[in-house]
């Protein structure tokens, strides 16, 4: 799977990690791909209304969805600057 990040295209595996509103730009590219929210959530098992909340943020990605993006939730330690 390739998506927009910025202006050039990259698969999915050249940044490990993502945020939540990139989840929602990778959702985005698979219901365009699928045609349809509504085929989307159809072909991987959700409601078309919560895949559609999701995308407006009304609901949190879930790791369900996640998964089936082909990511799971990680706990990451982060550097605070001094």
């Known amino acids: 799977m390739t998506h927009r990040d910025g202006d050039a295209t990259v698969s999915r595996m050249d940044r490990i ?3 939540d509103a990139e ?6 590219d698979e ?3 699928a045609g349809s929210a509504t085929a989307w959530a159809k072909a991987n098992c959700f409601s078309a209304p919560f895949v559609c ?3 407006a943020g ?3 990605v879930s790791p369900r ?5 082909g990511f799971r939730r ?5 550097a605070v600057p001094q």
């Not at 989840?23 to 985005?28: D, I, P, S, V, W």
């Not at 969805?65 to 993006?69: E, G, H």
Request: positive net charge; without cysteine; charged residues 40%.
């Open 74 to 78: 990680a706990r990451l330690w982060e």
């Open 23 to 28: 989840l929602r730009r990778l959702l985005e």
């Open 58 to 60: 009304r609901e949190a």
């Open 17 to 19: 990690h993502r945020t």
């Open 31 to 33: 219901i365009k791909r």
């Open 53 to 55: 909340d999701v995308l």
């Open 65 to 69: 969805l996640a998964a089936a993006l």
